[in-house]
C-alpha cells in the first residue's frame, strides 16, 4: 500500500477548527483515502473517507487536493473529546479476494486540545 | 447494537500456555481482522479473512494462528506465547460488498496481554 505522512503532534485550543494534514505523493488512481483516530484506550474509530470530492459527515470534513497528492482532516470545532491519534490511511480500491481490503497504519498525529 | 466483541480484556499468563482470545461480530460482516499494537511500531496486521475458511498472512504472523469456521467468529490462537508476544491486540470487522466500494472497518476495545 502507498505511504502517507503525518506530522508526529499537533495542540489546539477547544472550540477552534483543527486541519490535520496528510502528504501521500505515491497515490495511485484508485486509492481511497481513510481517516481513522484512536482515543486513549480505546480501538481505532473510523472518521471519515474520500477518493476525489472533498467529503463531509457528521464527525469532520476531508479536503482532497486536486493532485490527490495530499489530503486534511477538518474538526470544524475542536472539543476535548477529540484528543487522540489521527491516522491517514491509504486504502486501495476493494475486490474480493487478494489484500486489497487491508488498513496498513503508520504513526498517525496525536492531536492535544487545549481547554 | 452493531459492535466487536473481544475476550478477555486483560491477561497475564506465563510463556509457552496456550491461550486464545476471541473475538464476535454481531454486524454480518464478511472481512475480520487481528492487529497487535506496541509503542513505538503503531499497529500491524497480524491475519486477516475474507470470509468463512478463508484467512491469510498479515505483516506478523509469526507465532499466531487463527481459524474461520463461523462468519461471526475470528479467534487469534497463541499456540506457545512467548514475552515478545506481550501487546495490545485489536479484532476488526467490515462488510465486503461486490463493486470494489471501500467500507469502514469496526474495531474492538482491545485485549491487553502480558507474557511473563
Known amino acids: 500500500d502507498a505511504k502517507t505522512t503525518q506530522p508526529n503532534s499537533m495542540e489546539s485550543n477547544e472550540e477552534e477548527p483543527v486541519h490535520l494534514p496528510c502528504n501521500h505523493s505515491?497515490?495511485?488512481?484508485?486509492?481511497?483515502i481513510h481517516w481513522y483516530r484512536q482515543l486513549p484506550s480505546q480501538g481505532p474509530e473510523y472518521v471519515i473517507h474520500g477518493l476525489t470530492s472533498n467529503v463531509n459527515n457528521r464527525m469532520a470534513s476531508l479536503a482532497i487536493a486536486e493532485d490527490r497528492k495530499s489530503s486534511t482532516l477538518i474538526l470544524h470545532r475542536a472539543t476535548l473529546r477529540d484528543a487522540a491519534v489521527y491516522y491517514c490511511?491509504?486504502?486501495?480500491?476493494?475486490?474480493?479476494?487478494?489484500?486489497?481490503?487491508?488498513?496498513?497504519f503508520g504513526k498517525g498525529t496525536k492531536l492535544s486540545v487545549k481547554p | 447494537e452493531a459492535q466487536v466483541t473481544q475476550n478477555p480484556r486483560y491477561l497475564i499468563t506465563v510463556t509457552g500456555k496456550k491461550l486464545t482470545v476471541t473475538c464476535s461480530q454481531n454486524m454480518n460482516h464478511e472481512y475480520m481482522s487481528w492487529y497487535r499494537q506496541d509503542p513505538g511500531l503503531g499497529l500491524r496486521q497480524i491475519y486477516y479473512s475474507m470470509n468463512v475458511e478463508v484467512t491469510d498472512k498479515g505483516d506478523v504472523p509469526e507465532g499466531y494462528k487463527v481459524s474461520r469456521k463461523e462468519k461471526r467468529n475470528f479467534p487469534l490462537i497463541l499456540e506457545s506465547p512467548s514475552p515478545n508476544q506481550t501487546s495490545l491486540y485489536f479484532c476488526a470487522s467490515s462488510p465486503l460488498k461486490a463493486g470494489g466500494r471501500n467500507q469502514p472497518q469496526h474495531f474492538g476495545d482491545g485485549t491487553r496481554l502480558s507474557i511473563l
Open positions: 490511511i491509504l486504502r486501495v480500491l476493494l475486490n474480493y479476494g487478494g489484500s486489497q481490503g487491508n488498513l496498513i
Open positions: 505515491t497515490i495511485s488512481g484508485t486509492d481511497y
